[in-house]
């Protein structure tokens, strides 16, 4: 986007698209919803125009799905394809994504959607405003390229595992847990008379061997299909398992799921980054939207998911 555009309203939308988003290319024309639900909706509209008047600026397709807590799901799949809902296949399509993380499988049908919609002639890009975490980074390397400032952050990725009673868990620190308590126990020299102490055993006896092994193939399976949308991304030509092993390995990100990877630690790591500074207009156009967006979220609405046709509050 050129530092001289505007993302203020140009009147330079599609007239079918502005008419379904609410809005008319004529500042003055009658749209076509009665004053109170047009007021009531009204921060609706106004993202979306500026959703508009991103596309145009950059002349690509711009679909968003912004949570701040809430996380990826299966269900996810049905708005996103909403919003997908007038992108052509062979757009240049950008994916604004911010997201805590969650199920891995989802984030890898929604990663194959986005992908085969620009299939043949189109580049697909996700933009990071903020943070896209774990199931969030699956996504974002499944991509040609992310674009990153100095606010964005992915995360290494960390399969959560639901622990009966507990909620969710990162399956590095279950597994890593065990086998350090099955290390010590059998660490020569460690009890007299090689007895092991009840603490240790009534430790190792609250953990599930079955899930255990959940954890493990979890573990594995994240490697595999980070290695799997590198190959069919950004990294066609590059190690991809190289780079896969690097966001997989739990004694590079000692924090896990809260480890930042900024834009210079993707670069390194060998993920193409399209960088671009905070105080060009691009990207102030990306993050007022994206702050427009994040008040939208409540309680009881924590995702969004919005283009220039739809805007879907999701629970």
């Not at 555009?5 to 009147?11: A, D, L, R």
């Not at 460690?190 to 009534?202: C, I, L, N, S, V």
């Amino acid at each position: 986007m050129p530092d001289g555009e505007s993302i203020t309203p140009s009147g330079d939308a599609p007239d079918a698209a502005a008419a379904d988003a609410g809005t008319s290319p004529d500042p003055l024309a009658i749209p076509p919803q009665t004053p109170l639900f047009r007021a009531i909706h009204l921060a609706r509209y106004r993202r979306q125009e500026v959703i508009r008047h991103i596309q145009n600026a950059t002349g690509r397709r711009l679909v968003c799905y912004v949570s701040e807590y809430a996380t990826l799901t299966r269900d996810d799949v049905l708005p996103l394809m909403d919003t997908l809902h007038r992108v052509p296949i062979g757009a240049e399509l950008d994916f604004m994504l911010n997201t805590p993380g969650g199920d891995i499988d989802a984030a890898v049908k929604m990663a194959g959607i986005l992908r085969r919609r620009v299939a043949g002639t189109g580049t697909f890009r996700v933009i990071v405003p903020d943070f896209a975490k774990s199931a969030g980074t699956l996504i974002c390397i499944g991509a040609d390229s992310i674009v990153m400032s100095d606010t964005s952050e992915l995360g290494p990725i960390d399969p959560q595992i639901r622990i009966p009673d507990k909620g969710y868990r990162p399956a590095h620190s279950y597994v890593d847990a065990y086998d350090r308590l099955v290390d010590t126990i059998n660490a020569p020299g460690t009890y007299k008379d090689g007895k092991t102490a009840d603490a240790e055993r009534q430790l190792l006896a609250s953990f599930d061997p079955a899930l255990v092994d959940i954890c493990r193939q979890a573990l594995k399976r994240s490697t595999q299909l980070a290695e799997s949308l590198l190959k069919q991304g950004m990294l066609r030509e590059g190690n991809w398992t190289l780079v896969a092993a690097q966001l997989t390995d739990n004694a590079k990100w000692l924090t896990q799921h809260s480890a930042v990877i900024d834009s210079d630690d993707a670069s390194s790591m060998g993920l193409k980054v399209d960088y671009i500074p905070p105080d060009t207009t691009e990207w102030q156009a990306y993050w007022r939207l994206y702050c427009e967006q994040r008040l939208a979220l409540t309680q009881d609405s924590p995702k969004l998911f919005e283009s220039d046709y739809a805007s879907l509050l999701m629970p």
